[in-house]
């Protein structure tokens, strides 16, 4: 790092933020392979909570990389870093006193590891948006994995790049079975049994 840069502490605080927002900041971190539902659970759940009037935002995978992730490739490598810079951009959201969504594949367990390691304990609620293999090919609206099968994509986790599970996620929904309702209920319930959360 520079030595020649300083932080710079605001004068208003994070716990004056969560006061204004009158509720508490956290990260919510959807993952799962392609196709298990996680960037529409996501914006599903931050309706539902900007509808109890909680301040949020999604970072979605595509759109990151539309911008902030524009020069990455999906090497592992840059799989890692595009992490890096996800879990920045959340810490960051947490401070302001936001309640960020993350809808990201991150397929390696310490990627994730790493990020809930940039908060305060119990801030990082891991989502296990958990479906079959054959269940995201079958949802795969992109032809990504047909693509990936017949090697015109890369490192697509899953087909040529592994996916490691979370081992003990916060909340794990099984995606095949559970509708888009039954899995926002259980992660609400997961924040409001954290205390994160007063919804009813």
Do not use: Q
């Not at 958990?130 to 986790?157: F, H, M, P, Q, W």
């Not at 592994?162 to 209920?185: I, K, Q």
């Amino acid at each position: 790092m520079n030595t020649n840069i300083v932080w710079h502490k605001s004068l208003v605080t994070r716990l004056d933020r969560e006061k204004l927002n009158s509720h508490k900041s956290f990260v919510l971190w959807f993952t799962g392979l392609s196709g298990s539902g996680k960037s529409t659970l996501a914006h599903e759940v931050e309706k539902r909570l900007h509808s109890s009037g909680c301040r949020t935002f999604v970072l979605d995978g595509d759109n990151i990389r539309h911008g902030l992730s524009a020069n990455l490739s999906f090497t592992d490598t840059d799989r890692k870093e595009n992490i890096r810079r996800i879990g920045e951009a959340a810490k960051l959201m947490v401070e302001a006193g936001v309640i960020a969504l993350t809808a990201f594949i991150s397929p390696f367990r310490v990627d994730r590891e790493m990020v809930r390691g940039l908060l305060p304990h119990g801030e990082f609620i891991e989502v296990f948006c958990d479906a079959s293999l054959d269940v995201c090919e079958r949802r795969d609206v992109k032809g990504l994995y047909k693509k990936a099968r017949a090697g015109d994509i890369k490192n697509y986790t899953g087909i040529s790049s592994p996916y490691e599970s979370p081992l003990n996620p916060e909340v794990y929904l099984n995606t095949a079975e559970m509708t888009v309702d039954e899995s926002c209920t259980t992660v609400l319930s997961c924040l409001e049994k954290k205390g994160l959360l007063v919804l009813s």
